[in-house]
C-alpha cells in the first residue's frame, strides 16, 4: 500500500487497534523495568501508513456525512489520526527524551540510583534531613533536562497547531473536551477557596505528626511522597498487606480482581520501575495491565485502588462496542471518575476500623489523614490548571511562568515547589482539567450511591452493581454526560465541597 492510501473508517480502526496494542505495550514495559530503552519511534514508524494527511481528510469527510454516535466514532478516529501524525514527527525525539530519564543517575552518599529510583527513594527516608538532601539532589538531575523538556514541548505544540488547523492550544483543548476551562478553573477556584479552612484546620493537625516538628514552615515538595504514605502510620498500613487489603475491599464491592483474567497486575519492585502507579488498557476489554510499586504507607493502599478502578472500567467495557469506545475517550476525564471512587474508599472512617483493627475513634483519625492528603491533591491541582492556562496563554513565552508555577502551587497548598520543576510537573493535554472534572463527578456519583445504598456504600455489593452498570457503557460517555445521568449539573461542585468538611 503506498504512502497516500487511504482506509476506509472501519480498516482504520482496525489497524489502530493493532498501533495501540504495541505502542502500550511498547510503553508498559520501559514503564515497569523490562527495559531500559525506549523504542516506541520504531513502532511509529512501522505504522506510518496509518497516519497520514490524506487519511486524516478521509475521516473527517465521513465524520461530517455521519449522525449521533457513528460521527463521535468517527471524530475521535479522526483524532487519533492527527495524533498520529504528530508523534510521527515526535517519536525520536520523546524516545530520546525518555530514554535521559532512564540513563539519569544520582549519587546520594556514595551509592549512585537511576533518576526514578531516587525519587522512589525519597518517599521512604525516614529522615527529614535525607529527604532534603536526596530530593534536592533528584531534583536538580531532573532540572537539567528543561531545555529538552522545552524544545519537545514546543516541537510538539507546533505540530498539533498545524495538523487540527487551531492555532490556540487552549481553544483546541476545549473544542476536544467540550468545555469552558476558564470555566471550569473558575469554579474550582472558588471550591478550593471554600475548603480552605478546612484544609488549613486538617494541616496543622497533621503536619507535625507526619513530617515531625523540626520540619520548615513551608516543607519542599520532596516531602509530598512521604506526606502521601501517612509513614508514621507505616506500621499500619504494611507494604506486605496492601495487596491482600485491596482485593478484599474490592470484594466487598462485588469485584474478584484475582479472578479476572483480562486484568494483569505487575506488582514487583524493581530499580527502573516507575515509582507512579498505572494502568495500562493494552486491548480493553481483554488485556488491561495494572501496575504499582508499593513502598509501605496507606498510599500502597490508595494507589492499588485508584488504579483498580481503571482497571475494571477497561475491563468491565461491554465487548460488543466498536473498539474506539472500548478503547478512545475524547479525555481522561471519563476514566478518573472511577478510580476517585473506588480510591475514596480509603478515606471511610470504617475501612480503616474493618480492615486493621483500629478503635472508632483511632479509625476516624486516620480516616482524616488520608483525606488532608487527598484534600492537598485537589488544591494542588487546581492550581496547576490556572497556571496551566497562564503558560499556554502565552505559549509559554512568559519567562516568569517557573516562577508563576511555583507562586501559585505553594500557596494553594502550603508546600512549596521549586520553580525548575514548571515543565517536568505538566501533563499533556491539560490533564489537570481532566483530573479535576472528576474530581467533581467522583463526589456526585458518590453522593448518588450513597443514596442508592446507605453510608456503608464502600463495603455494599450494590455499589458494584452500579458501577458495574457504568463501566459497561465503556469510553463512549462523556464525563458531563455521566452527571446528567446521575442528576447533576457538570459544575456542581456542591458534592465534593461537602464530602470534605466545608
Known sequence: MSATAVRSPVEFESQLQRFRYERMEEARAVRVGEKEVSESAEIVARY??????????????????????????????????????????????????????????????????????????????????????????????????????????????????????????IARAEEEKGVSLGELAAVLAEASARLTDAYVAMRGRWLD???????????????????????????????????????????????????????????????????????????PPHLVHLITRAQGGLHDYQAFLHEAGHALHYAGSNDDLPFTFRAIARDHALTEIYSFIVEAIS??????????????????????????????????????????????????????????????????????????????DMDAGFYSADYLRAWVRSSQLREHVRRETGDEWWCDPRTGDLLRSLFAEGTRPSSEQIAEQLGFDPLDTGPLVRSRGA
Open 209 to 283: 505528626r507526619i513530617l515531625g516538628s523540626e520540619r520548615d514552615e513551608t516543607p519542599m515538595s520532596f516531602h509530598v511522597g512521604y506526606l502521601r504514605r501517612l509513614s508514621p502510620l507505616a506500621s499500619t498500613y504494611s507494604k506486605e498487606r496492601s495487596v491482600d487489603v485491596c482485593l478484599e475491599t474490592l470484594r466487598a464491592i462485588g469485584f474478584d480482581l484475582a479472578e479476572q483474567p483480562n486484568i494483569k497486575l505487575d506488582l514487583d519492585d524493581r530499580p527502573q520501575k516507575s515509582p507512579r502507579a498505572c494502568v495500562i488498557p493494552s486491548d
Open 347 to 424: 478515606r471511610e472512617s470504617g475501612w480503616h476500623e474493618r480492615h486493621f483493627g483500629l478503635s472508632r475513634e483511632q479509625a476516624a483519625q486516620n480516616s482524616e489523614a488520608a483525606s488532608l492528603v487527598e484534600l492537598l491533591l485537589f488544591r494542588r491541582y487546581a492550581a496547576k490548571l490556572q497556571y496551566e492556562l497562564e503558560f499556554w496563554g502565552s505559549l509559554g513565552e512568559n519567562g516568569g511562568m517557573a516562577d508563576r508555577y511555583s507562586e501559585l502551587l505553594t500557596s494553594a497548598t502550603g508546600i512549596r515547589y521549586r520553580p525548575d520543576a514548571y515543565l517536568s
Open 48 to 169: 506510518a501508513e496509518l497516519f497520514t494527511r490524506e487519511q486524516r481528510d478521509a475521516l473527517r469527510d465521513a465524520e461530517e456525512a455521519a449522525e449521533g454516535d457513528d460521527r463521535e466514532r468517527l471524530y475521535r478516529l479522526r483524532k487519533m489520526c492527527e495524533a498520529g501524525l504528530v508523534e510521527r514527527e515526535i517519536a525520536a525525539a520523546a524516545d530520546a527524551l525518555e530514554n535521559k530519564l532512564l540513563a539519569a543517575r544520582v549519587n546520594f552518599r556514595g551509592e549512585e540510583l537511576p533518576l526514578r529510583a531516587a525519587s522512589a527513594r525519597v518517599a521512604v527516608l525516614p529522615a527529614y534531613g535525607d529527604r532534603e538532601e536526596l530530593g534536592l539532589l533528584a531534583a536538580e538531575r531532573s532540572a537539567e533536562l528543561n531545555d529538552d523538556r522545552m524544545t519537545l514541548l514546543r516541537r510538539t505544540e507546533q505540530l498539533e497547531a498545524d495538523v487540527s488547523g487551531e492555532p490556540d492550544p
